[in-house]
């Protein structure tokens, strides 16, 4: 059985900085995509960012490139998010993604993929 484990989110200032990590235990699959997505209200789904073990190897959502960036550790299906200089739309639960491949990213449908419970994260302007 593969559990998703999430941590760090929270609230902050305009500006500031968060670093949200997410595990995969359990998870068996040679080839992985792992990253997140968020939804804040009233909005669309974004993919976030990802770390891939096939190519492309990382991604970032536009509206995100030059702040926030992902870094994996192989050897235990962990990924890092560090988000800098964060903005009030950043304002969404962030949930983690577990896939064999990336789909996620851009569609809610992605088959074979495993999703964290989600963690709040609040930019006050």
């Known amino acids: 059985e593969v559990q998703i484990i999430e941590s760090g989110g929270g609230s902050v200032q305009a500006g500031g900085s968060l670093r949200l990590s997410c595990s995969a235990s359990g998870y068996t699959s040679s080839g992985v995509c792992m990253g997140w997505y968020r939804q804040a209200p009233g909005k669309e789904r974004e993919g976030v960012a990802f770390s891939n073990t096939g190519r492309p190897a990382t991604g970032y959502a536009d509206s995100v490139k030059g702040r926030f960036t992902i870094s994996r550790e192989n050897a235990n299906f962990t990924v890092h998010l560090q988000m800098d200089s964060l903005k009030p739309e950043d304002t969404a639960i962030y949930y983690c993604?577990?896939?064999?491949?990336?789909?996620?990213?851009?569609?809610?449908?992605?088959?074979?993929?495993?999703y964290g419970r989600g963690t709040q994260v609040t930019v006050d302007s």
């Open positions: 993604a577990v896939g064999t491949d990336c789909g996620w990213f851009r569609y809610s449908s992605a088959r074979y993929v495993y």
